[in-house]
């Protein structure tokens, strides 16, 4: 693995092919959410398919440092649960906060997933 600064673990140019081919191929559950936490919806500005030292996040807050993953099927295996405790394990070490939904979450209950991101973001909707 790599080592970076603090300065380069953002966007790191040798991973801007992957990132441009993750969102031309968004998945379904991907655009269900984008289309939801898009352009300030959410009051704060998200960005899809953001690098963070050697790993892509789906979604990146970097004012509120919030990371969010969405699983498909293949989460659920062994390895890739070791996995995605490793990127968590990383990301938390650098004070960001990792939040994560199925695709079934997302396709089947988005109203839960968004009032989950909400109080995440700590949003007060009785202001104006």
């Given at each position: 693995m790599r080592l970076y600064s603090m300065s380069k673990i953002?966007?790191?140019?040798?991973?801007?092919?992957?990132?441009?081919?993750?969102?031309?191929?968004?998945?379904?559950s991907e655009k269900i959410l984008?289309?939801?936490?898009r352009n300030r919806k959410l009051k704060y500005k998200f960005r899809r398919q953001y690098g963070i030292g050697n790993y892509i996040v789906d979604f990146y807050c970097p004012e509120i440092k919030l990371a969010i993953e969405i699983d498909g099927d293949s989460h659920c295996f062994k390895n890739a649960i070791d996995y995605d405790k490793n990127r968590t394990k990383?990301?938390?070490?650098?004070?960001?906060?990792?939040?994560?939904?199925?695709n079934n979450d997302i396709k089947n209950n988005l109203q839960a997933v968004l009032d989950d991101l909400i109080k995440i973001c700590g949003i007060d909707l009785t202001s104006p």
């Open positions: 953002f966007n790191i140019n040798d991973q801007k092919d992957r990132r441009k081919e993750l969102r031309r191929n968004i998945t379904l984008w289309t939801s936490i990383y990301f938390n070490d650098l004070g960001i906060k990792v939040v994560r939904y199925t």
